[in-house]
Each structure stands twice: as C-alpha cells, then as structure tokens.
C-alpha cells in the first residue's frame, strides 16, 4: 500500500565537531518518521506512539481509570494517557525532573522510591491506581552488562512500587531490556498478576532490545 506521506531524502549529519555516536543517533532522530509525527501531533515524545499502539491492541487504559505515569517527563505517554481516559478519569505524572504543564495532568516534582511516595500519591488520586506506567530508563555507562542490570533494578522497583498502590484488578506496564535476568521479575509479576507477557510495539526500534512488559488483573496485597 503506498505510503500517504510524501518520501522524504534521507538526512546525513557531517559536523565535525560531533563524535560517531552522536552523529548516528541524530541522524536517527532526524530521518524517524515517528519524531516526525510527534511534532506534527502535538506529542511531546515519540514514546507516545509506543503507548497508543500497546492501549490499541491490550486496552489497558480504561475510561475513568486512575493512572500514574512513573519518570513522566517530558510526558508523552502523560497526554496519551489524559485523552484515552477522558474527563472523569485522573493521571498523575511523577519525575525528579521538571516537567511542563499538561491540560488535565497532575505533576508532582519526586522520586517514587521516597518512603512517603505511595501514600502520598495514592491521596493525588482519590484512591489506588488502576493502572501504573513507566518508561523509565536509568542512565546508561556503556557497558551492556552493567546497564541491563540497572534497568532491571529499576523495572523491579517500579514493580514493588505498583503493588502499592494498585487497586486489585489493576495493571502495570513497564519498559524493560532483553538479556536474561529479567526472568526473576517475570516470575515476581506471575505472583501478583492473573496475566504476564511481553510486548513490542511497531514504534519500539526494531534493532533496540527494549521490550515492555504488561502484567494485568493484579490479586492485591
């Protein structure tokens, strides 16, 4: 089927004052249609097209629900979230960092491994959540290894996190990397959850070794 988008020449990065890797991952930038489409769309990330194909096929994002979006900035999976839900429902979004205001978005400015996070965003809400989203990714050393590890700590943190504040019933999905130990989260998430799998939406690079994982019906405390 042709494409409705006129074919665009692919761009090439020559500055000099650039190393390899960064002229590669701008070149990338430039010449993916999804970072097109986003600032067409009024999206602020190209994740937000990860999130709308996994809600188009799993339908995880139920009119009304309650969500927590987890390392939110710069909050493209936040305005997905807010119009799939509708008016009745509430996201919150949560980072460290600074994020811009989101029409019918909630931020809160702190780290969701504070002691004092769950309950104070179970308040934010109005109750538990139905559903908690991350697409964090911790910062990377360049070491394949030691970074897989890293993001599977995090998953794992944002799991343990989701159990907290998850009403029975509801669902987490979460960014996670393939590479062997992440089958102790898996099976964690088969304790707690009625269904577990893995996903990889069309908008997820296919030579990137990042998945997500959809865990549904949680059994509660």
Request: glycine share 8%.
């Amino acid at each position: 089927m042709p494409s409705d988008e006129p074919r665009r020449l692919k761009v090439r990065v020559k500055s000099k004052n650039k190393t390899l890797s960064q002229r590669q991952w701008l070149e990338r930038q430039l010449n993916d249609p999804y970072v097109a489409r986003a600032r067409r769309e009024g999206f602020r990330s190209r994740a937000a097209f990860k999130l709308i194909e996994i809600d188009d096929k799993h339908h995880v994002l139920k009119h009304g629900a309650r969500v927590l979006d987890l390392g939110a900035a710069p909050g493209g999976w936040s305005q997905v979230a807010r119009k799939r839900i509708g008016e009745t429902g509430r996201v919150i979004a949560i980072d460290v960092l600074e994020m811009d205001e989101i029409p019918g978005v909630d931020f809160a400015q702190l780290d969701f491994l504070d002691a004092d996070a769950p309950d104070r965003l179970k308040v934010m809400l109005g109750g538990p959540a139905d559903i908690v989203l991350s697409d964090m990714a911790s910062n990377t050393t360049g070491h394949r290894q030691t970074d897989h590890l890293k993001i599977v700590a995090l998953v794992e943190a944002a799991a343990e996190f989701a159990r907290e504040v998850l009403k029975p019933g509801g669902s987490f999905l979460s960014k996670v990397i393939q590479g062997g130990t992440e089958n102790v989260l898996l099976a964690s998430l088969k304790r707690d959850f009625t269904s577990v799998k893995h996903v990889k939406p069309a908008a997820s690079r296919s030579d990137s070794a990042e998945l997500y994982v959809l865990a549904t019906g949680f059994r509660g405390r």
